[in-house]
């Protein structure tokens, strides 16, 4: 039920932002924790994001001028900020959330978290010290993010030929390297090592099943009568050799691997082929991962674009005492600096 309220509980949020900045107190009147272009941002939008954040943290929300407090008052600010800087540009390049689309979402989730009960809603609202125009309003920062990253994701696509060199390029992705059902025991000395072998040389099934679970340091060997099934490539090189180049159901003498220590080994099946899926049959997978790479890259730049141009441009002036610490605009600018 608490679903609903998930995009308004700030310690879910405080640890994704990324706002801009700014100097100076023109602007300001004295209601206000920052501005924003021409948003204005209230002190009560921040006593509201840290009531939440209180509620949250309860009794482990660190007090009044510590260090933790002064961190989770700046990473509010900043969510506030961002919130702004999001409204602002989506404003100036024209994409618009109506009260409709806002009454409508809400109405989709007060159907999905509560049967469409009206009661049950204001119910929840009060639980959580919240009011019906805070959800709206944080209903309203998420559908104008959805749209701006719609805008900014939908011309995006992924060509057959960017899907063929992916596939190229991550070979191991998509093929399976020659494997071989073996049986072996590991040792830590010689003299033992030799034994095994001449006991498994002149015993049968049985014999290593139970030289196995009696001395094997191998987990995957010890209780499987020393069976398992090794990919070319994936053990240590002197085994990996016995196992890919050993007479099917013959007993190599004892190998030596300084990490390990002794080994036996018998092959217990021809080698199984290399094997490599189509691309035909993971082009749409490959498509899905490339696109969502995209997307994810075009959001990010996107976002940090929108921080520099309000860092750069001075659009965001803070009240005393609310500036964020560290400021959020020293990577912005150490960025700008550095290409």
């Given amino acids: ?38 948003t204005h941002i209230s002190k009560a939008d921040y ?15 660190p007090k009044q001028g510590t260090a933790e407090f002064a961190s989770i008052k700046s990473k509010a600010v900043t969510l506030l900020v961002q919130q702004a800087e999001r409204a602002e540009r989506a404003s100036s390049e024209g994409i ?48 104008i993010y959805e749209a701006i990253v719609n805008k900014i994701t939908k011309s995006l696509s992924v060509s057959n030929g960017e899907v063929h060199d992916y596939y190229i390029a991550h070979p191991q992705l998509y093929s ?17 090592a030799q034994s095994i072998y001449s006991q498994l040389t002149a015993g049968n099934d049985k014999t290593w099943c139970t ?12 209780n499987a009568c020393g069976k398992l099934t090794v990919s070319k490539g994936q053990t240590v090189p002197n085994f990996d050799k016995v196992a890919f ?20 080994i018998e092959p217990l099946s021809g080698i199984h082929p290399r094997t490599t899926t189509p691309e035909k049959q993971v082009a749409s997978t490959i498509k899905d991962t490339l696109l969502t790479q995209k997307k994810n890259q075009a959001i990010t730049d996107w976002f940090n674009n929108l921080s520099k141009s309000f860092c750069s441009g001075g659009k965001i002036k803070y009240q005393v005492g609310y500036k964020p610490s560290p400021d959020p605009c020293a990577s912005t600018t150490s960025t700008n600096t550095s290409t």
């Fill in 211 to 222: 030289l196995a679970k009696k001395y094997s340091q191998d987990p995957s060997s010890k």
């Fill in 176 to 192: 399976k390297a020659q494997t071989r059902d073996v049986r072996h025991i590991l040792v830590k000395s010689k003299p033992l």
């Fill in 47 to 61: 006593d509201t994001l840290l009531a939440q954040a209180k509620r949250s943290l309860g009794k482990t929300f």
């Fill in 245 to 264: 180049s050993e007479k099917t159901k013959v007993i190599h003498a004892p190998i030596h691997d300084a990490s390990y220590g002794w080994f036996v």
């Fill in 1 to 38: 039920m608490r679903s609903l309220f998930k995009f308004i509980l700030p310690i879910l949020l405080l640890a994704v932002l990324v706002a801009g900045c700014g100097g100076g107190s023109a602007g300001l009147n004295s209601q206000d924790v920052a501005v924003v272009g021409k």
């Fill in 96 to 143: 618009k959330v109506t009260d409709k689309q806002v009454s409508d979402r809400l109405a989709s989730s007060k159907k999905r978290y509560f049967k469409s009960s009206e009661t049950k809603y204001r119910k929840q609202l009060k639980q959580q010290h919240l009011t019906d125009a805070q959800v709206r309003n944080d209903i309203r920062s998420e559908l």
